[in-house]
């Protein structure tokens, strides 16, 4: 997507598998775009075999490019709450380990904020009857994923649905947030 004479910022998400994460955020106005890799750990330049093996202290993780202009980090904010369990300290679904933890990495002092503002506000929803353990810590080298992980879930639409379906990610949040997600 063009994005030239735009303004833009950029929010940083984990949530599990990245391949799950980029839908419910390319979809909305004002997401220039989105894109699969691995942050917060301290391994320079990992890849996925890497990461996925646990030995990198990286997570799954989307950078979103958007213009604060069209769409609020307030609102990537409720979206990325949205699409996860944050309850779940051991990774996302079928997904288990470290690498597909949960976390919020602000870029600047007003996400940190923001991102503890409405942690503590869906904490005090009465919404989950275990504690919130999403991480909300200071990003770090954000490394993009291999090309082949880029839009997976429309490049590879039917492994990526059989994973989707299987993983028990839509049955989870229908059931905490009452509607289909993505």
């Known amino acids: ?72 980090y307030e ?18 679904f079928v997904d288990r380990g470290s690498q597909y933890r949960t976390g919020i990495f602000y870029l600047d002092e007003e996400q940190r904020q923001q991102a503890e503002s409405s942690r503590t506000r869906l904490s005090e929803s009465g919404r989950f009857d275990r504690p919130i353990v999403t991480e909300i810590t200071a990003a770090t080298t954000f490394y993009p994923a291999e090309d082949y992980h880029q839009n997976y879930y429309s490049e590879n639409a039917v492994r990526y649905n059989l994973y989707r379906y299987n993983s028990g990610r839509d049955r989870y949040l229908k059931k905490v947030w009452g509607k289909d997600r993505e």
């Not at 994005?3 to 004002?30: H, Q, R, V, Y």
């Not at 609102?75 to 996302?92: C, H, K, M, S």
């Open 1 to 72: 997507m063009e994005t030239t004479n735009t303004n833009s910022a950029i929010a940083i998400f984990a949530g599990g598998c990245f391949w799950c994460m980029e839908p419910p955020f390319k979809k909305l106005d004002g997401v220039l775009a989105v894109v699969s890799g691995y942050t917060g750990g301290d391994k320079e330049n990992p890849t996925y075999r890497e990461v996925c093996e646990g030995i990198t202290g990286h997570a799954e993780a989307i950078e979103i490019t958007y213009d604060p202009d069209q769409i609020s």
């Open 75 to 92: 609102l990537l904010l409720e979206v990325f709450w949205a699409n996860i369990d944050p309850t779940d300290a051991r990774g996302q």
